[in-house]
């Protein structure tokens, strides 16, 4: 699953808009969607991109590899509890991701799958306490409830959460997601 922000100027990326204007921005989610799209679209599993404002009929992601789907309302566990909610009726394992980890690769979606073979969860931490993928072989939505979204011990609360319950866990390497221009600046990319 794939969890995107509709690119609409002024609404994405707006931290980097803030300092580069919302042009740039926009550029600059455009880009990292590309990517997403890019490290995605050979991956064998099942593949469904979630908008967040409305399911667009043109746009990058081809109807014939990508299903598409609307988030929920709601906070962002709200939004991904309904999504795990829904996908783990139909498929054994699912993986989230959102599109702004430019330095995920399609390997690293691979060997997140194939570690929940051996564990209960995957998660993929974030540089800034966050993750930037999310992995489940069956519903454990209360990792959801209450969380401490964007903020630094998201990670830290989740862990906990899963530990309380025992559930088993792996983790992935850390990685930055893209949120500020610096963060930007230091991939090297043209836009």
């Not at 980097?16 to 799209?37: N, P, Q």
């Not at 109807?63 to 939004?79: A, E, F, P, R, W």
């Not at 691979?110 to 992995?135: M, N, Q, R, S, W």
Request: charged share 25%; with cysteine; proline share 2%.
């Amino acid at each position: 699953m794939i969890f995107t922000k509709n690119p609409i100027l002024g609404t994405a990326k707006t931290r980097i808009g803030k300092v580069k204007g919302d042009e740039t921005a926009l550029k600059v989610y455009l880009r990292l969607l590309t990517y997403t799209r890019d490290i995605t679209k050979s991956l064998s599993a099942k593949k469904i991109v979630f908008f967040n404002k409305s399911i667009e009929k043109e746009g990058i992601w081809d109807d014939h590899i990508y299903s598409k789907s609307m988030q929920v309302d709601g906070n962002l566990g709200d939004k991904m509890g309904s999504a795990f909610t829904d996908e783990l009726k139909v498929s054994d394992r699912v993986i989230i991701i959102g599109s702004d980890c430019a330095t995920l690769t399609q390997a690293d979606i691979e060997d997140a799958f194939k570690t929940l073979d051996t564990h209960d969860t995957v998660i993929g931490p974030a540089e800034d306490g966050g993750y930037y993928l999310l992995g489940m072989k069956s519903n454990h939505n209360f990792i959801f409830e209450d969380m401490p979204w964007s903020q630094e011990n998201l990670l830290e609360e989740t862990l906990a959460k899963l530990s309380s319950k025992g559930l088993s866990y792996a983790l992935l390497p850390v990685k930055s997601d893209i949120d500020y221009w610096e963060d930007w600046a230091a991939l090297g990319w043209e836009l």
